[in-house]
């Protein structure tokens, strides 16, 4: 046997005993109370076989130019409220939402560490079938933590953050197991994170915080395992996904001012964008705009965001509008072919 071989395989069992090790500290805090654990075929195990992925490759070749035409639309018949995550598993489309009941106020200063009131709502996972039927509502939540961010589902689970509707607040991430729909309530986190993903390759969990100006990185147990700034001002980051080899790719938006002459004082519009971010190196290797418009004028990349590649072909996958705008919550796809990155 090869040195190269043996350094692999040595390597790929280290990966399976820190996930198991993980894993196995997660009992505490299940939501039922139960030693459930993720599948062992789910990205928890790790895996250090992974290569660039053709979405990774073919993003490189994404730019101003990229010609996205829309290709589909598909109108969801079920009150969704405002939209935020959403993911493909081979069985279900999951989409995250929050219904807000009562709106948070701004305090004319902070109080208690906090610049505006919790609020209340009910935070929403939705599963449908692949036509967009709702299937099941999985109410998610506790207390003044009640608004569900961006999702990833990683080849098993979906991995749900649900925090307060405030900066600098608290939040729980939930996993929920993709075929039989159980919820396990994995740990919480202190300050508002309203995204996240599993890293296949080393099966830890990266979130970003409001405004996504800060990542962190746990194991399973909720151990915070590091923390960095946001190095990049472009877009506030909405929902990631997972792309190997440890990258995680978003989509977002920013509302920026508009000229008096074109909007009235106070007018702003939305900036959406998307970007491919290296978990590695914590840098932002590409971000590009994207400038195509909801059937309620919005920026396409408001929220939900889910991208495939083909070879050099991408399928992008959105859901920017609220259940009460335009024509309700539509699933937008779009496509682009990219030239191969020099």
């Known amino acids: 046997m090869s040195a190269t071989r043996t350094r692999g395989i040595l390597t790929a069992a280290a990966a399976f005993v820190l996930a198991a090790s993980a894993i196995g500290g997660t009992a505490a805090a299940q939501a039922a109370g139960t030693n459930d654990r993720p599948n062992a075929n789910s990205a928890g195990s790790g895996s250090h076989r992974e290569t660039d992925s053709a979405l990774a490759e073919a993003f490189n070749g994404v730019d101003r130019s990229t010609n996205w035409q829309q290709t589909g639309k598909l109108k969801l018949k079920f009150p969704t409220y405002h939209t935020e995550g959403i993911a493909f598993s081979q069985e279900h489309i999951f989409l995250s939402a929050v219904q807000i009941i009562e709106p948070t106020t701004k305090f004319p200063s902070p109080q208690g560490g906090f610049d505006r009131t919790a609020g209340k709502g009910v935070g929403h996972l939705f599963v449908m079938d692949k036509a967009g039927n709702l299937q099941k509502d999985i109410i998610l939540g506790e207390g003044d933590m009640y608004h569900p961010g961006g999702i990833d589902f990683d080849g098993a689970n979906v991995w749900v953050p649900v925090a307060q509707y405030r900066p600098s607040s608290s939040a729980i991430i939930y996993r929920v197991d993709a075929k039989t729909l159980d ?140 259940g009460d705008e335009g024509n309700g919550t539509e699933i937008l796809t779009y496509e682009a072919t990219v030239a191969p990155a020099k």
């Not at 890293?199 to 151990?223: C, I, M, P, Y």
């Open 183 to 322: 919820v396990h309530k994995q740990f919480e986190v202190k300050d508002h994170f309203g995204g996240i993903v599993m890293d296949k390759q080393t099966g830890h969990l990266v979130g970003n915080t409001w405004g996504s100006r800060r990542f962190a990185e746990w194991d399973l147990r909720g151990r915070q395992l590091s923390t960095w700034q946001n190095p990049n001002y472009f877009i506030d980051y909405q929902d990631c996904q997972y792309v190997p080899t440890s990258k995680m790719l978003c989509g977002g938006i920013t509302n920026l001012p508009q000229a008096p002459g074109a909007g009235g004082p106070g007018a702003s519009y939305e900036l959406g964008g998307m970007a491919m971010i290296d978990l590695k190196t914590r840098s932002v290797t590409r971000d590009v705009p994207f400038q195509q418009w909801s059937t309620a004028g919005h920026v396409a990349t408001r929220n939900p965001f889910k991208m495939t590649a083909d070879g050099n072909h991408l399928t992008l996958k959105l859901a920017p509008d609220n």
